[in-house]
């Protein structure tokens, strides 16, 4: 029950005590179980909540006869809710607003909650409301709806989400987070409706129309990353089984992990860039760790660098194109790390050694094989960025990672495709800044492939250093021309090489033996629930 309706109930009742001292006593008891809420399912935020200053701002008073609690703005003359009554107020406003099959309701602002208490008691029944997500704005008006509002209470009936306070550009973060924490929030997309009261709209109507499509464009993202297609899954699946050699006769990257602890990192991506910094990359080979995309590998031999690890992560036929046509000397020292998600023609294509990286797909935990499983996304150059935080290396430099077209409309750097022509994606193109800060343009996929970097930047606790100057901006990186960073981070000797050999030789053909009988084990048994459920 909310702070306000006990006010109201309570003055209906001359026998019960003064509606102040309810109110009073409410609003404590609510504060400190709503905190304590908070420290269990968002100490980040309840951590502000503790450190943040109250301005006044924004003031609860009471208004009309009986009294009725409502929101005076920062004039000190409007308020929030229509006078004399808070509660019609809220539910003329509602029934505006489009409430079937409100699976997820999305708050854009919550005043003082009129309208998530009429929501929870009119409404959301007849929704089959699962998930509640609370955005606003001002942390004044939050903090206020601690003493309102039993939140806590909430939580027990629905799966609840809070982004307060947050600046607009980081409004996609905080939203895939809650994507990633609650994974139902995906399929629930569709049939989530905003909420709102009309003065949450005239209070910051740019910054709740930013987060309702910063929610859709976290939600698309999600399902991007891990697929909504069962043909795509199933794709994936068949094609780790057809890997099954290749997983259970080669070492994981989780032999390496904080194995490079401190150590430089450089990846080496196929943006147009990389032609005017590939060639600072020899005589560096041995004092910083270099993987690319296996796009890259050709242009980087072409100059004589070979790369420690080359990955990659598509499962369609132009991977194994890419991985034909080398000899075992050109490759011997150059380690193949990829998703055993690749079509098995790459693996059979390529003649140097191997390091299983996984995916965080549940058919590889299904596998109990363990290789390493990392939160990789859409793009090869942000999969070797993940490899190289993983390995513990810092700080991780980045050339080639343009994902725009440079100023005269070239998409890659020269002899990335066998055929060495550039490829032109012409549909969805738009204006994005660039890190000299001149506009550059770009298209959906690749500003995808961005938010992917920003992502994982967001849990990075080391320095990334971007030096494709003319690519488009990834916030959480500094830029810098290559030649300066060289200077500033590329010093001694550390051979990247060795070190990989080194912590790989505890992989032992005892240890692959021992996986091929358990993946044997599983597949029978796997064998035997289908037939059991097809007799």
Not at 41 to 58: C, M, N, Q, V, W
Not at 113 to 129: C, N, S, V
Not at 246 to 253: L, Q, R, T, V
Not at 504 to 526: G, H, P, Q, W, Y
Request: proline letters at 4%.
């Amino acid at each position: 029950m909310s702070n306000f309706r006990k006010l109201k109930k309570t003055n209906d009742n001359k026998n019960q005590p003064t509606a102040a001292v309810k109110a009073v006593k409410a609003a404590k008891g609510f504060f400190e179980s709503n905190l304590r809420f908070l420290k269990q399912r968002d100490p980040a935020l309840a951590e502000r909540i503790e450190k943040h200053a109250f301005t006044g701002s924004y003031q609860v008073v009471s208004t009309g006869n009986p009294p009725r609690l409502n929101l005076l703005l920062p004039d000190g003359k409007s308020f929030f809710y229509a006078v004399p009554d808070p509660e019609q107020d809220t539910r003329s406003e509602m029934e505006k607003l489009n409430l079937k099959n409100a699976k997820a309701a999305l708050y854009l602002g919550i005043g003082l909650g009129y309208e998530l208490d009429l929501f929870l008691r009119d409404y959301a029944k007849k929704a089959g409301t699962t998930h509640l997500i609370i955005a606003e704005k001002e942390m004044d008006i939050f903090y206020l709806t601690l003493k309102t509002l039993d939140y806590a209470s909430m939580a027990k009936a629905f799966s609840l989400h809070f982004v307060v306070g947050e600046k607009e550009e980081n409004l996609f973060l905080r939203l895939q987070e809650k994507f990633t924490a609650d994974q139902k929030l995906v399929v629930l997309l569709k049939a989530m409706r905003p909420i709102f009261h009309s003065s949450s709209m005239k209070l910051s109507k740019e910054y709740y129309l930013r987060v309702l499509k910063a929610f859709r464009e976290a939600g698309a993202y999600r399902l991007n990353n891990f697929g909504n297609s069962i043909e795509d899954s199933l794709i994936g699946v068949r094609n780790m089984l057809e890997n099954i050699n290749e997983i259970i006769d080669n070492p994981g990257i989780n032999l390496l992990f904080d194995k490079f602890r401190g150590k430089p990192a450089i990846v080496a991506s196929t943006g147009p860039s990389l032609n005017q910094t590939k060639h600072l990359l020899k005589g560096i080979e041995d004092k910083a760790l270099i993987i690319a995309p296996e796009a890259s590998l050709r242009p980087l031999l072409e100059i004589d660098v070979r790369p420690h690890m080359i990955v990659s992560i598509e499962r369609i036929p132009e991977v194994i194109g890419l991985m034909e046509g080398y000899t075992y000397e050109q490759v011997k020292d150059v380690y193949y790390a990829a998703t055993p998600v690749i079509m098995n023609g790459a693996y059979r294509a390529y003649p140097g050694p191997r390091i299983i990286v996984y995916r965080n797909f549940d058919h590889f935990k299904w596998l109990q094989i363990e290789r390493g499983i990392l939160n990789i996304s859409h793009s090869t150059g942000n999969m070797s960025f993940e490899i190289a935080a993983a390995m513990g290396c810092d700080p991780i430099i980045l050339i080639g990672q343009d994902l725009a077209y440079n100023r005269e409309g070239k998409t890659h750097a020269t002899g990335v495709f066998q055929d060495d022509k550039q490829q032109f994606v012409r549909e969805n193109r738009f204006q994005v800044m660039a890190n000299d800060g001149k506009p550059v343009m770009t298209n959906a996929l690749w500003n995808l492939f961005r938010t992917s970097y920003e992502l994982a930047l967001s849990n990075y606790r080391g320095r990334c250093i971007n030096c494709s100057l003319e690519g488009a901006k990834i916030k959480g990186t500094e830029v810098m021309p290559f030649e300066e960073a060289i200077k500033s981070f590329i010093h001694e000797p550390i051979d990247p090489l060795g070190m990989i050999r080194e912590n790989i030789a505890v992989f032992s053909k005892d240890t692959s033996e021992n996986d091929r009988k358990r993946v044997s084990s599983l597949m029978n048994e796997a064998l035997s629930d289908m037939n059991a459920l097809f007799d």
